[in-house]
């Protein structure tokens, strides 16, 4: 049968777990994680995984949350029920600026926070799903 | 959330309060005036509200799945894994949450100076004298961080003598948190007199009249309140020029308290002294006492507040651990321990060793 074999290794020491890392991966071992209690500054890199692209999907969650604003509100001020506030003209922009930030920083926020409990499979009553490589090893980093 | 609680009471009729959001209505569709800062406030309390909640809950989860891999009962065990969300600290899952709470402080900083800067439109836009001017979003935004840094101090030293985090709440972090409360103080001191300063400038006889008579004049109705304020925001926080005084637990927690109360007679004042006199003295009234219900109310912020934050100490990290072991595994004493050979050697002998290395 399939069954998946796991060398786990216990680790105290970034000093220690940074050459194992490089070791076994060098021997040609595939290292399924690295599990540490805080972020480890740098094991990403050794460990070979590529910078994650979060802030860019940020920056288009932003984007969208910018052009929602200035699209809605051109649509319901300058085209779909015109009001005259003050003799102002009803394309304006500037006392728009205002709420165009703000849900370019809610839809940045809230669909950053939701790719990456997406991205981490990170939510309550979630099973994660194993990675399917052939001969993966652990390390365990326990401090 | 206790704050945010009052524009819906304030809107009177509760049950209606759903008309702020502009949604597809019956009512033509009549959409919300995207030009008044009351639409814009809604838009900024809710986004300001939904980031600050992500962003506490998000830097959370690691320190939950930690209290989650340390439960021994068995309903904690499970509401600790549900809170946890199934963290694991896997190396990818790091990297990603230091990404998230990098752009989620960017994110929250600008937040802050917009969300204050949009309340204090509700004001500076209005034609009241007292309201009507434009130093408020800077002197908001100062009494905002000012006012901020007071309350945390007073829950902070009460919490960190209970639950006895001396060590991990240091005096270098009461000193530098006094920093600023004296640094943002003095702006909102200067906030005041460039305002008072502008009221008689401008050559607005209403302006000047609200300032001069409804404020400055000790002897009218209200002018103590604005005299109170001065006092404990301004002129009081000045004690902290003095490294003694700052580093004093004793005179930091009764100055957090005489800001507390400086903070909230800067709303009275600003609110009750410009509009119990307005531009037509028949209608001005001669003393304002809140009722019944807006003691009430107000009560109510501290129960709700209290609640949730004896809740969150009984039940959940009140330091932020994960960060914390990351601090301890570079800079804590038993780490440093480990140096005495390195620090013992002579700087010939050190550097012959760390030659051969590479």
Known sequence: MNVKKFVVGNFYEEAVLFPAVTKVRRAGYKIHDVYTPFPIHGLDKVMGLKDTDLHIAGFIYGITGTSTAIGFITFMLAFDWKINFGGKPFFSLPAWIPIMFELTVLFAAVGMVLTFCWLCQLAPFVKKTTSTCAAPMILLLWL | MCAGQFPIWHMGRVWNGFFVMPYPNTRGPLWVNFNSPLLWDVFAISTYFTVSLLFWYSGLLPDLATLRDRAKLKWSKFFYGLAAFGWTGSTKHWQRHEALSLVLAGLSTPLVLSVHTIVSFDFATSVIPGWHTTIFPPYFVAGAVFSGFAMVQTLLLITRKVLGLEQYITMEHIDVMNKVIVLTGSIVGIAYLTELFMSWYSASPYEWFAFKENRLNLNSPYGWSYWLMMGCNVLSPQIFWFRKMRRNILVT???????????????????????YRDYLPSSWSTYYTPTIWEIGFYMGTFGLFFTCYFLF???????????????????????????????????????????HHH
Request: hydrophobic content about 45%.
């Open chain 2, 253 to 275: 927690f009764f100055m957090s308290i005489l800001v507390n109360i400086g903070m909230w007679f800067e709303r009275f004042v600003i609110i009750v002294t410009s509009i």
């Open chain 2, 313 to 355: 100490s009984k039940f959940f990290p009140v330091i932020a651990i994960a960060e914390i072991k990351h601090i301890l595994k570079k800079n804590g004493d038993s780490y440093k321990a480990g140096y005495d050979k390195e620090e013992m050697e002579s700087y010939d002998a050190f550097e012959h060793e760390q030659s």
